[in-house]
């Protein structure tokens, strides 16, 4: 892509109101496609802005509120992105990370700063092709404008995939991070929700603490239980509205964890499968024999439940630290697929084109946008994931299969093995 094609002259002024343009415009062509994921990824940005603005706030105590609850994170977090902690105070730390962040959506030269926290292959491929974001505004402003400046659908794509993963590894990065810091990370508690009890509130922190067993802190036991076939992959599924699919929804979910695929879910249509009681210890009823061990072993349902729509990035975190520790080299290496169970509304194809541009199988039950292979085929080749449709869910959860299958075989983990039977030695190990 020539550095011409990248000259605009305000990334701020060619953004607002695109949401208004494209929301029920009916996609036909790949430049369509592209607009779609620029006014999801403005949606997104508006309130990952909103989120750091507040932030800087309520640290300066202009912003009524508990302040700084989760110290550590913060600090964690400030060493990740540079920012010197040795003998300064909260505040101090967090008003400089603030900024920084801040900066992210502005910015017009260098790369998202939380994008180093994908695989380093991962960070390869996307330099090569490049589609390393910069600023977020920048990036929503060059893909709304770039039909006008650009006809060739290879780079249109390209383009959409740089906006898109200045979405999911910065917009809602940004956002679930500071919220954390603010309000505290996500950790396993039990919510009432129309007269059913459901697990809520699982982070990457907390899952690795909740599977870790007596490795409290490890991801080593999901890891073996990947490997041995217990857990046959980890499903991803994301919804960005209270769509009315519960049946369906609750159909693709019963018939993954009955093959073995542990869930997680974000969003906020969650009480399908709330009511049904799959996001409670005793849904591992409905969880095949390998999956179900684990879930009684361990105390946890087969659905994990990760938070609202924006917290679908929580997925990405996970996948980069399971790639990390099990010392594979890409995500597209991984036993794990995403699905959407609703229409392609503006946010769930920002979301979805992030995982796809991420490595992950990505399938969606909406109509297919495009009759031609750059969605699927095409992507693949590149990026190492690509989009499916579907809008039968057992159809669906058998493509997911299918690909679950493909990396487990890619991996040598293919082979059926003995299955073993926890003794209460083996039970008080993985507690």
């Known amino acids: 892509m020539a550095d011409k094609k990248r000259n605009v002259k305000s990334t701020i002024e060619a953004a607002p109101h695109i949401n208004k343009k494209v929301n029920l415009e009916k996609i036909t062509t790949i430049d369509g496609f592209t607009r779609r994921i620029a006014a999801g990824t403005e949606f997104y940005a508006g309130y990952a802005r909103k989120i750091t603005q507040d932030f800087i706030a309520a640290v300066k105590g202009q912003k009524s509120g508990p302040g700084i609850k989760d110290e550590a994170k913060l600090r964690r977090i400030a060493v990740e992105l540079g920012i010197q902690i040795k003998d300064r105070l909260n ?3 967090a008003l400089e990370l603030g900024a920084l962040i801040l900066n992210e959506f502005g910015k017009q030269q260098g790369e998202l700063l939380f994008l180093k926290r994908a695989p380093l292959k991962r960070q390869e491929i996307w330099r090569k092709l490049g589609v390393m974001p910069s600023g977020v505004d920048h990036e929503i402003a060059l893909t709304t404008g770039f039909e006008e400046n650009d006809g060739n659908s290879r780079n249109l794509l390209m383009q959409g995939a ?3 993963l200045a979405n999911g590894w910065g917009c809602n990065m940004i956002a679930v991070e500071l919220q954390d810091i603010l309000s505290g990370t996500p950790f396993p508690s039990l919510q009432k929700e129309d007269k059913s ?6 982070s990457p922190e907390s899952i690795i603490y909740s599977l ?3 490795f409290r802190g490890s991801l080593h036991p999901l890891i073996d239980n990947i490997i041995n076939g217990r857990i046959r992959g980890i499903a991803g599924i994301f919804e960005c509205n209270n769509s009315d699919g519960d049946d369906a929804q609750v159909a693709l979910v019963k018939e993954l964890i009955k093959n073995d695929i542990l869930v997680l879910f974000t969003g906020d249509n969650a009480q399908g499968l709330a009511r049904t009681g799959l996001m409670v210890y005793e849904g591992a009823k409905y969880a095949g024999e390998g999956l179900h061990s684990v879930c009684e072993a361990v105390g946890l349902p087969p659905v994990l439940h990760m938070g609202t729509s924006i917290d679908n990035c929580r997925i990405l975190i996970a996948a980069s630290a399971i790639v990390q520790e099990a010392k594979l080299g890409d995500i597209s290496d991984l036993p794990a697929c995403i699905a959407s169970m609703e229409v392609l509304n ?5 979301i979805g084109q992030c995982f796809a541009s991420s490595g992950f199988y990505t399938i969606s039950s909406g109509a297919q946008p495009l009759d031609s292979n750059e969605l699927s085929i095409d992507m693949e080749k590149m990026f190492g994931g690509m989009w499916d449709f579907e809008t039968d869910p057992m159809r669906m959860a058998q493509k997911m299969i299918n690909s679950i ?6 991996l040598g983990i293919d082979k059926a093995r003995e299955r073993v039977l926890y003794d209460m030695a083996m039970r008080r190990e993985l507690t």
Request: charged share 25%; hydrophobic share 30%; net charge positive.
């Open 405 to 410: 299958d493909k990396k487990r075989k890619a």
């Open 91 to 93: 505040n101090e730390i």
């Open 162 to 164: 740089r906006c898109s």
């Open 346 to 350: 503006n946010q769930a194809i920002s």
């Open 197 to 202: 009890a459901m697990i809520t509130g699982f």
């Open 212 to 214: 870790g067993g007596s």
